[in-house]
């Protein structure tokens, strides 16, 4: 999804855009998934951002002003039991202080119409069970449960 154009959304108290996500981003990203319990230096973020580039994953931004103050991970899936890549958001994240002013609704607009451009005609979101303000944001914009989804740690990545 590189190369997707910027978008300027407007907010209830200012204006902010949305892009693909830049090395340069890596310390605000870093602080981003620090306080969401996803701890990753910098410097990991860099090698995280370039290996998404490489598979043609995108990392969307939201920037107010010359600050990150959120995100979206947009992954396009082929699948083999339906016509049309499958495309998912990994995560959402913006700064606890931000929310409530459409930049959560403009991440997954911005997500959405990428993985459309990619030839998605099914968009999901993953989400911890345990976030349940979350899920009545999804649902908000139109998402509904219609799976459960399983993991098991076969190495420790830590």
Known sequence: MAGYPNA???MGTGSAVIREARPEDAPALSRLLDDFGFPASAESIVDRLRALAQSNESVLVAQEGNEVIGFATVHVMPVLHRPTPVG?????MVAEDRRGRGVGCALMAAAERAASSRGCALM??????ALTAAHA?????????SSFRFRKVIEDYR
């Open 8 to 10: 300027e959304i407007i």
């Open 88 to 92: 998912r958001i990994s995560a959402i």
């Open 124 to 129: 999901e979101v993953t989400s911890n069970r």
């Open 137 to 145: 944001f999804y649902e908000h914009l139109g998402y509904e449960i």
